[in-house]
């Protein structure tokens, strides 16, 4: 069963890489006949020359040439503005005109700088950076990039030194991932700490220095707020959930030479609490990872965003399309937050390359 749903996937990838983009293009000019207010936020994380190993990495990069082929669709379809601007832009929208889309990206990656920044230049357009300001200063890996590093490494203890051992649910790197996702920031330092231990000393080009985000204002891109430490905020105390939106905001503000006005919630973790906590701290928007359109009725503070394919241009165009359908419809149920990356891996986390058993699984992307 299990296998003719993975034929029937890849079917459908090689359907929507060849027609995509066409058939796309016919249904979009059919809705934009329609005066309806919607529009889509993209949220991307790792960009790089090659494509990511899905069975191996944690956060798989999308190949630049397939990122490059879905901004140009962006540029030519769609109104592509800032994540802050899409609100009033979707206000705005009338009959006729294109939809605006918000293409974002989450986490202080060193390949947005090296790699996506150049081709959202050349192709000119404008994106939003969530960032956590954490290496600023200094060079610095998050947990997730640590673990990583600690799984190329053939590390094999992994599930005891994040204390999931005894858990005995953990058995590959994704379930590694969601149980870490869970744990209270003490829990969660700890085992950063532990990562650190093991995965060795974060690569000098870990993360993002000032000057990096200075290209990134100097490119007209905008900066949004994505928390210092990266909590799962919906685990903070009230107390320390006021003092994640506060955490080296002031730092990254002075970078960036304005405030920041919008924030992404970790991993996606938001409910009312969370999103209440960000409108005190004066965020006017706040985004999550549920996969749904945005229309004048979404909470401002809880404005849904869907993950592109990585497949292709067809593949996004083909997303695209659906969301606007869809228009405000969310189906947790169905297993389609957004935040959630279907991939397979072998079942010895440890030996990644090793096992003939294959998993599926769902973690939520940071
Ligand atoms: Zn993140």
Known sequence: MTARIYSWKRIGEAVARVVGTPVAHVVLLVLRLSGRKAGI???????????GDAGRELVPAVASSVFEGQIRHLKRRYRVVRAGDLPAAIAERRRGERYPVAITFDDDLRCHVAVALPILERVGVLATFFLTGVSLVHPFSFWWERLQRALDQGVSNLAELVGAADVGTCSNAHELVMFVQQLGPESRATVEARLAGVAGIDPPDAGLRAADVRKLVEAQMEVGFHTLRHDNLSLLSDDMLAKAMEDGRGSLEEV???????????????????????????FVSGFTTKRVAVTPGSDPLQIGRWGPSANSPGALAAQLVVALVRRGTYHPHRGDDANTLRTSLHSDASHPGGGETSLRTRIRKP
């Open 41 to 51: 936020a993209l949220m991307y994380h790792a960009v790089d020359e090659q494509a």
């Open 256 to 282: 960036v030479g304005g405030p920041l006005q919008i924030i992404c919630y970790p991993y996606g973790y938001v409910d009312e609490r969370v999103a209440n906590a960000a409108r005190v701290a004066r």
